[in-house]
């Protein structure tokens, strides 16, 4: 019902910047908050960033200052700005979303994208 699609994630040094886009489609009514996660090997998946409707931010601590997330809600799409990358950035990154459907059921984080690699050499 609803699809997520993440990309821009790569390979950057110590210092480096990417800015990873995920758009949301499908039978979508409205989005309200919009998040990215990251998985790293070994670790459990986490939240880095999220952005409800409004524009309001929360971040992680160890992202804080660092990384930006923003919207566009006209194009049911985040974005996450990730700048003076650290090796500890390396990671799976996902996105996901808290979505009403046109049939007016609402989906808390449940559908998953595949996810775009970030890889942080020292």
């Known amino acids: 019902q609803v699809q997520l699609v993440e990309s821009g994630g790569g390979l950057v040094q110590a210092g480096g910047s990417l800015r990873l886009s995920c758009t949301a489609s499908?039978?979508?009514?409205?989005?309200?908050?919009m998040a990215w996660f990251r998985q790293a090997p070994g670790n459990q998946r986490e939240q880095v960033a999220n952005i409800i409707s409004d524009g309001s931010t929360r971040y992680a601590g160890s992202v804080k200052g660092r990384f930006t997330i923003s919207r566009d809600n006209a194009k049911n799409t985040v974005y996450l700005q990730m700048n003076d990358l650290k090796p500890e950035d390396t990671a799976v990154y996902y996105c996901n979303a808290d979505v009403t459907t046109t049939s007016a059921v609402q989906y808390e984080f449940e559908f998953w994208g595949q996810g775009t690699q970030v890889t942080v050499s020292s």
């Open positions: 499908g039978n979508i009514e409205s989005i309200n908050h």
